[in-house]
C-alpha cells in the first residue's frame, strides 16, 4: 500500500496507533501533515467512522491513530459533543472526573482511552488505558472496576495520580480492599434473603455491580460523581429506564438505590416515591450514608 495510492483495508488493524514504522521504511513517523499522503476519500471505506471523519477533516486523524510521534493533542472532542455524539458518551453536568480543568479536554480522554479503537464496541481491555498492577504488570482488565482499581487502592499509586493524603479508610484509596473484601456490590455475595430484598428487571443475585453502574466519569451534576440520570450507568438495566434521573441530597441515595433495587414484600416506606417516579426501598426519606456505605461491616453496607 503507498501513498495515495490502493485503498484496500487492513482488517488486522485493530490497534490504530501508528508506531516508528509508519510509512515507506518509517519515513512518514514524525510527520503532522496526513494529508500530504492520505486522501480522505478513499480510506475507511467499509467503516461506520468513514463519514464523520470525511466531515470533521485531517484534525480528526490522531485521535484514532495516535499523534505519529510530534507530540501534538490528540483530538477527540471534535467528535464526541454534545452535537455530534450525544451519548457516546453522555456529557451533561458540571462534575466530571477530569484530572485538572474545570472543564472537558482531550488531554484528559486520553488519560483513560490511550488507543480505543472506535468500533462502536466497549471493550475494557482495549478502550481503557492500560495501567500497571501492583506487581508491575500490564494485566489485562476482565471488567471495568479493575481499571478504577489501579489508581484507587493503598499500595500501588499511579504516578501523577497519588492520593497519598487520604485518611486510611477514604473510599479514594480504600476502594480495592472494599470492593475485594467488604462490599456487597463488588465480589463478595450478598445473601439475597434480606428483609427488604428483591431487584428490578432481569437482575440476580450473587452479581458483580461495575463502580461504573453507580458513578459516571464524563459529567453529572451529583457530587462524587454519582450518575444523574439511569443511562449513565446501571448497565446492567432495561433502557427503557434511561432517563429516569437520579438526585442524591444530603447522603440520600434512594433514587440511585431504587433503579435497581425493589423490594418483593412491600414493607417500610417500600410503596413510596422516591421523588424519580420509581417505589421499592426502605427508609426512603432518610440518609441511607449511615448504613449503607463503603467499607461499612456493621451495618448493611454497600
Ligand atoms: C509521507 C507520507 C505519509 C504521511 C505524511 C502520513 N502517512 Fe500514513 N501512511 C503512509 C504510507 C506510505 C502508509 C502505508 C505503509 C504502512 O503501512 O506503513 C501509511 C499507512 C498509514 C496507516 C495504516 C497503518 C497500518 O499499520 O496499516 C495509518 C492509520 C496512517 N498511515 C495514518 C496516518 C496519519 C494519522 C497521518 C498524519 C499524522 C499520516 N498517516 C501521515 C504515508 C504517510
Ligand atoms: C474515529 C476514528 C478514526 C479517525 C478519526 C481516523 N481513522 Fe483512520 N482508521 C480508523 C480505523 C478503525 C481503521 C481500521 C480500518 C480497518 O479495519 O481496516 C483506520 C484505518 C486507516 C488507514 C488504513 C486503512 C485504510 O482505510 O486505508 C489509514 C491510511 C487511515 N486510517 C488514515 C486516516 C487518516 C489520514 C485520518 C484523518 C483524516 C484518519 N485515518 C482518521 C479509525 C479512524
Ligand atoms: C477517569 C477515566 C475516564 C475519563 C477521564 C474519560 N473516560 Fe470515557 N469512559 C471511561 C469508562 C470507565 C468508560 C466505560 C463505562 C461507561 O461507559 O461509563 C467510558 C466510556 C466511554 C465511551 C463509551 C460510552 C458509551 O456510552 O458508548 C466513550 C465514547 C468515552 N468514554 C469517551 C470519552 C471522552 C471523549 C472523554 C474525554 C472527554 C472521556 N471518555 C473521558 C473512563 C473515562
Ligand atoms: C472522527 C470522529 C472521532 C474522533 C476524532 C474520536 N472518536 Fe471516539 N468514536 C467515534 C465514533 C463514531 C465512535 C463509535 C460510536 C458508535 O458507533 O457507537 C467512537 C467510539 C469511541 C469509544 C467507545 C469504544 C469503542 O470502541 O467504540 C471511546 C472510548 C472513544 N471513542 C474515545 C475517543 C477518544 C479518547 C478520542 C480522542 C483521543 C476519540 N474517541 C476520537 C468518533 C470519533
Ligand atoms: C489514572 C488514575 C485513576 C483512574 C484510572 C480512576 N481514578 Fe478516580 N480519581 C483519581 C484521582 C487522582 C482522583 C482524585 C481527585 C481528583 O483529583 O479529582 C479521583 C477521584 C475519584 C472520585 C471522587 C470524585 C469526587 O468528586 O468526589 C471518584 C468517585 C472516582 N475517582 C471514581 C473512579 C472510578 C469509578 C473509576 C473507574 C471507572 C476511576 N475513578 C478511575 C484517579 C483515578
Ligand atoms: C446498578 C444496580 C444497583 C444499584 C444502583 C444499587 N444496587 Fe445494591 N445491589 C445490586 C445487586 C445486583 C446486588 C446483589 C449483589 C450480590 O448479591 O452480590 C446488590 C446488593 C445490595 C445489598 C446486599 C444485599 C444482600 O443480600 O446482602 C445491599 C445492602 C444493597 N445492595 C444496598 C444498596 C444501596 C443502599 C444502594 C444505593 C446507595 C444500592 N444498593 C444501589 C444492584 C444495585
Ligand atoms: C438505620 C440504618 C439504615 C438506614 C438509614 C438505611 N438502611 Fe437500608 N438497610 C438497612 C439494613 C440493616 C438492611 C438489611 C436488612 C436485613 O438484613 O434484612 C438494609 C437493606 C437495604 C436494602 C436491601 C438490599 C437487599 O437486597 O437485601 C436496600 C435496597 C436498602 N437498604 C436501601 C436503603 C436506602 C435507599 C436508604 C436511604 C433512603 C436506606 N436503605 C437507609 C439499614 C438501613
Ligand atoms: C451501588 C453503587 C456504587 C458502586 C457499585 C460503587 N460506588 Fe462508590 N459510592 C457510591 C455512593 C452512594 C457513594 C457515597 C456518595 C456520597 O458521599 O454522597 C460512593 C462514594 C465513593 C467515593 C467517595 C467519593 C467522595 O468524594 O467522598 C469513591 C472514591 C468511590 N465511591 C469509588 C468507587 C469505586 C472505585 C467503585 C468500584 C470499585 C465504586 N465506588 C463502586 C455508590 C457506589
Given at each position: 500500500m503507498g501513498c495515495n495510492g490502493d485503498d484496500s483495508q487492513d482488517d488486522n488493524l485493530t490497534h490504530l496507533i501508528v508506531d516508528s514504522s509508519h510509512g515507506i521504511d518509517g519515513a512518514a513517523y514524525g510527520l503532522a501533515d496526513c494529508g500530504a499522503c492520505h486522501a480522505i476519500n478513499i480510506i475507511h471505506e467499509t467503516l461506520n467512522i468513514r463519514d464523520i471523519v470525511a466531515d470533521k477533516g485531517f484534525a480528526t486523524c490522531m485521535g484514532c491513530h495516535g499523534d505519529n510521534g510530534t507530540s501534538e493533542l490528540r483530538?477527540?472532542?471534535?467528535?464526541?459533543?454534545?452535537?455530534?455524539?450525544?451519548?457516546?458518551?453522555?456529557?451533561?453536568?458540571?462534575?466530571?472526573?477530569?484530572?485538572?480543568?474545570?472543564?472537558?479536554?482531550?488531554?484528559?480522554?486520553?488519560?483513560?482511552?490511550?488507543?480505543?479503537?472506535?468500533n462502536g464496541h466497549f471493550v475494557p481491555e482495549i478502550d481503557l488505558t492500560s495501567y500497571p498492577n501492583v506487581n508491575g504488570h500490564q494485566q489485562v482488565y476482565n471488567t471495568i472496576s479493575e481499571f478504577c482499581l489501579r489508581c484507587h487502592n493503598r499500595d500501588n499509586p499511579q504516578v501523577g495520580f497519588e492520593m497519598s493524603?487520604?485518611?486510611?479508610?477514604?473510599?479514594?484509596?480504600?476502594?480495592?480492599?472494599?470492593?475485594?473484601?467488604?462490599?456487597?456490590?463488588?465480589?463478595?455475595?450478598?445473601?439475597?434473603?434480606?428483609?427488604?430484598?428483591?431487584?428490578?428487571?432481569?437482575y440476580q443475585y450473587a452479581s458483580l455491580v461495575e463502580?461504573?453502574?453507580?458513578?459516571?466519569?464524563?459529567?453529572?451534576?451529583?457530587?462524587?460523581?454519582?450518575?444523574?440520570?439511569?443511562?449513565?450507568?446501571?448497565?446492567?438495566?432495561?433502557?427503557?429506564?434511561?432517563?429516569?434521573?437520579?438526585?442524591?441530597?444530603?447522603?440520600?441515595?434512594?433514587?440511585?438505590?431504587?433503579?435497581?433495587?425493589?423490594?418483593?414484600?412491600?414493607?417500610?416506606?417500600?410503596?413510596?416515591?422516591?421523588?424519580?417516579?420509581?417505589?421499592?426501598?426502605?427508609?426512603v426519606s432518610e440518609d441511607c450514608s449511615i448504613c449503607h456505605s463503603h467499607g461499612e461491616t456493621v451495618q448493611a453496607g454497600l
Open positions: 483530538a477527540c472532542l471534535i467528535c464526541h459533543n454534545s452535537i455530534d455524539l450525544p451519548h457516546t458518551p453522555w456529557q451533561s453536568g458540571h462534575f466530571t472526573h477530569n484530572f485538572n480543568d474545570e472543564n472537558s479536554s482531550d488531554k484528559d480522554c486520553v488519560t483513560c482511552h490511550v488507543s480505543s479503537d472506535m493524603e487520604q485518611t486510611y479508610n477514604h473510599p479514594l484509596i480504600a476502594m480495592q480492599d472494599n470492593y475485594n473484601f467488604v462490599d456487597k456490590h463488588g465480589w463478595i455475595d450478598g445473601i439475597g434473603t434480606r428483609t427488604y430484598n428483591g431487584l428490578r428487571s432481569d463502580c461504573t453502574d453507580c458513578h459516571t466519569m464524563h459529567g453529572t451534576n451529583n457530587k462524587a460523581l454519582i450518575i444523574d440520570y439511569a443511562g449513565k450507568g446501571g448497565s446492567k438495566l432495561s433502557s427503557d429506564l434511561e432517563n429516569y434521573p437520579v438526585t442524591i441530597t444530603d447522603g440520600n441515595s434512594a433514587q440511585l438505590c431504587v433503579l435497581c433495587h425493589q423490594m418483593q414484600d412491600i414493607i417500610e416506606q417500600g410503596a413510596e416515591n422516591t421523588g424519580n417516579g420509581l417505589t421499592g426501598v426502605h427508609a
